[in-house]
């Protein structure tokens, strides 16, 4: 089954943190990876957008990598800041999966003052 | 580009009634998708469309839900009769090329039955 799954659940650290989130999918072949952040009440923003091809992408103070063969990308925010607290979901286009994007669970990031 | 238009942003309705989500994707793009998140099942797909054609449905939780999209600039998702458990977020995304450049999403629209 393809699945993805996100590691911790949530995460609460204070602010100026370096932190990584994790996320863990079934099948290594895929298109691409996408990262989006979720504020409460709120839509899905793209944040990221890692091909297959890729091993990683940066924008601002965020990195994300990707390791197709483990099955695993990760999520770095640099000097993290209140405002960056939000769910952020990790989903994944499978080569087998017909255009599907398939999402994990999301970790909520609470960013203390 | 405005990005994916949805409307109306929030919905209440009363159990039995028909309801219709609207939707506006980017302009260019030929994949469109509706998408369902609950607080138990997260973020689901029910549908998605590659021009104007509906490819896979196999997400629509039950013949309620019934969805259309008549040409390239706008879609429906219309759930008759709506039931309390019906109440959730409905997402509708866009993308062109997905695997290239991946999904833009809505606002959404926060059903309620109750």
């Known amino acids: 089954k393809q699945e993805v799954t996100q590691i911790p659940a949530a995460l609460s650290v204070p602010e100026g943190e370096n932190l990584v989130l994790n996320c863990s999918f079934t099948d290594s072949a895929i298109y691409n990876l996408q990262w989006f952040r979720q504020d409460p009440g709120k839509g899905l923003t793209s944040l990221l957008l890692?091909?297959?091809?890729?091993r990683e992408q940066t924008s601002g103070r965020l990195n994300a990598s990707l390791d197709k063969s483990s099955g695993r990308s990760t999520l770095y925010i640099a000097a993290s800041q209140p405002g960056d607290s939000a769910t952020y979901l990790c989903?994944?286009?499978?080569?087998?999966?017909?255009?599907?994007?398939?999402f994990g669970q999301g970790t909520r990031l609470t960013i203390n003052p | 580009d405005a990005g994916v238009i949805q409307s109306p942003r929030h919905e209440v309705t009363e159990m039995g009634q028909e309801v219709t989500l609207r939707c506006k994707p980017i302009s260019g793009h030929d994949y469109l998708f509706w998408y369902r998140q609950t607080m138990m099942r997260g973020l689901e797909l029910l549908i998605y469309?590659?021009?104007?054609?509906?490819?896979?449905d196999s997400g629509m939780p039950e013949d309620r839900f019934s969805a259309k999209m008549p040409n390239a600039s706008f879609s429906t998702l219309k759930i008759q009769p709506s039931e309390p458990r019906d109440s959730a977020v409905y997402f509708c995304?866009?993308?062109?090329?997905?695997?290239?450049?991946?999904?833009?999403f809505g606002s959404g629209t926060r059903l309620t039955v109750v």
């Open positions: 989903a994944v286009i499978y080569v087998q999966g017909a255009q599907k994007l398939v």
């Open positions: 469309f590659n021009n104007n054609v509906p490819i896979d």
């Open positions: 995304a866009s993308s062109f090329r997905t695997s290239d450049y991946g999904y833009t």
């Open positions: 890692i091909q297959s091809s890729q």
